[in-house]
């Protein structure tokens, strides 16, 4: 799929379909001059503009063969995100091989009109559709078109930024959204040598079950234990500014799938979509091959425990202590909470050896971040203001909604052990949330740090505008906007 930008007048190009977004102002205020325009002003009550709400008129004898009328609803509540929701419902309609959305008479700066609609396109247009005999489209979208006034030139490079960028979201979906026998904690570091051996700007160090045995990432050899897939440690390493000498962490959930091990995880509780709890890693790798693609200018590690947490003979067990790579202990109380225990050992061996600047996880952490937020927001918890507003800066220009809740000092009490350092999980029912990014914040060693829990939005039960039902690819266009500042 391409988007590509046109000067020429939307209505005098041959295609399937034309899009036509509108506020409910614009539509008001619109003075009929051309054909198509005084068909609009005909349409009267059956579209006005609200949003969300889209009209679908054919047979008009026009270049078009179809024009999609798409309501964004108040100019007053007019943003990026409001017009890549709209175009979103107005594409999904679409069962063509390719079509024009004209941003002429949208009401938003030149660059937030190109980018909004090139990221609606291509994440609009992804379908998991593999495993179906009878696809949802008839023909994969081929091309948009982008119809704009202004001169092209100095915006290509705009377009092409979104469009690798969204190609990496959908990189992402496609990993989450594949069984959990086809992404494998082996098949995940495939991935990720491959990304290595196709750039220059890409270094990778892989760790093997002996190597981290050897090592004492002792936290990831537990989870990995009951799994036929043996674990592996991946970092890859990006340098996009050689002058410099900071990097930033980005560390991912890698868990391929996640039976709760030994604690088994009962029925209702989402077991069936646990091969979504490696998301943050896939986040990871899209991120660093987003980079890598886009050639930015940051130095960047990108740090993936790939573990199965699976129940049977091998399996690690709950009651067990175990001595972590940091040399702290840590009592596991319940198996099914080795997300935090992966990514613990994960920041003490990259903050050891590779001395970042500042750590971001992205982890499909607790259940207790769905109960607050549902599907629609991931939780931010963080030890540093600063980060923590850029990220929620970042998380407003994306549409990548997060929130930020405390980590305030009585919750460090409710993660006390009796005989460990350490405990896995909270000593009372409530609060899970946060205890679980208290053990989490114990390990980052003060570095500024950012925990992303993306359990809420990394996976749509149902699809929401631009997210088809399954895997979103969450956090790539956030993480990357992030860096671009
Ligand atoms: N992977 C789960 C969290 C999860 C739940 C992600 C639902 C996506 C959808 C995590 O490993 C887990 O099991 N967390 C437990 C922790 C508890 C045992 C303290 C949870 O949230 O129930
Ligand atoms: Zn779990
Ligand atoms: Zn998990």
Redesign the pocket.
Same mark, same amino acid.
């Given at each position: 799929m391409e988007a590509k930008l046109t000067n020429k007048s939307p209505e005098s190009i041959k295609t399937d379909a034309l899009i036509l977004p509108f506020t409910t102002e614009s539509l008001k205020k619109l003075k009929p001059k051309t054909k198509l325009e005084k068909i609009i002003k005909q349409v009267g009550d059956d579209f006005k503009a609200d949003k969300d709400q889209i009209l679908s008129l054919t047979g008009l004898g026009l270049n078009a063969k179809k024009v999609i009328l798409c309501g964004l609803g108040a100019e007053k509540e007019l943003n990026p995100e409001r017009l890549r929701r709209s175009l979103s419902i107005a594409i999904k309609s679409l069962n063509v091989k390719s079509f024009v959305i004209s941003l002429l008479n949208v009401n938003l700066s030149i660059k937030d009109k190109i980018t909004s609609a090139t990221e609606t396109v291509v994440l609009s247009t992804y379908n998991f559709d593999k495993y179906k005999a009878k696809k949802d489209k008839k023909v994969p979208v081929k091309e948009a078109l982008l119809a704009i006034k202004e001169p092209m030139g100095k915006y290509q490079t705009l377009v092409k930024e979104s469009q690798i960028i969204c190609n990496n979201t959908n990189f992402v979906r496609d990993l989450v959204n594949e069984n959990s026998e086809e992404t494998t904690t082996l098949t995940l570091t495939n991935q990720a040598k491959a990304l290595a051996a196709k750039y220059k700007s890409v270094r990778i160090k892989v760790l093997t079950e002996k190597e981290i045995k050897r090592q004492k990432l002792n936290l990831i050899h537990a989870v990995g234990k009951g799994s036929n897939y043996p674990p592996r440690f991946v970092i890859l390493e990006y340098r996009g500014d050689p002058r410099s000498k900071e990097k930033t962490a980005i560390v991912g959930k890698g868990?391929t799938f !996640?039976t709760?091990g030994i $604690?088994l995880?009962p029925y209702g @509780?989402?077991l069936e979509?646990?091969r $979504? !709890?490696m998301a943050g890693a896939g986040t990871t790798l899209g991120i660093i091959k987003a980079a890598a693609e886009l050639k930015l200018k940051k130095n960047l590690i990108g740090a993936m425990p790939f573990v199965e947490n699976m129940i049977g003979p091998k399996a690690y067990k709950p009651g067990d202590t175990f001595v972590s790579y940091s040399g702290k202990t840590v009592e596991v109380l $319940?198996t !099914? &909470?080795?997300?935090r225990l992966v990514l613990a050992d994960a920041f003490s061996y990259i903050i050891k050896n590779y001395k970042p600047a500042r750590i971001i996880d992205l982890a =499909?952490? =607790?259940? &207790?971040s769905?109960a607050t937020f549902y599907e629609y927001v991931a939780a931010m918890l963080s030890n540093n203001t600063k980060l923590s507003n850029q990220l929620q800066n970042s998380s407003r220009n994306t549409g990548e909604q997060i929130w930020e809740m405390p980590l305030y000092e009585e919750y460090k009490a409710l993660m006390k052990s009796d005989i460990a350092d350490i405990r896995n999980? @909270?000593r009372e029912r409530f609060g899970?949330l946060i205890s679980?990014a208290v053990f989490l914040e114990s390990f980052v060693e003060n570095l500024p740090w950012a925990h992303l829990d993306i &359990?809420p939005t990394a996976w749509s039960s149902k699809g929401f505008y631009y997210n088809k039902m399954g895997a979103t690819g969450f956090g790539v266009r956030l993480i990357i906007d992030y860096l671009k500042k």
């Open positions: 868990i !996640d709760g $604690n995880k @509780s989402f979509i646990m $979504n !709890d $319940n !099914d &909470a080795e997300g =499909t952490l =607790t259940g &207790a769905i999980i @909270s899970g679980a &359990a």
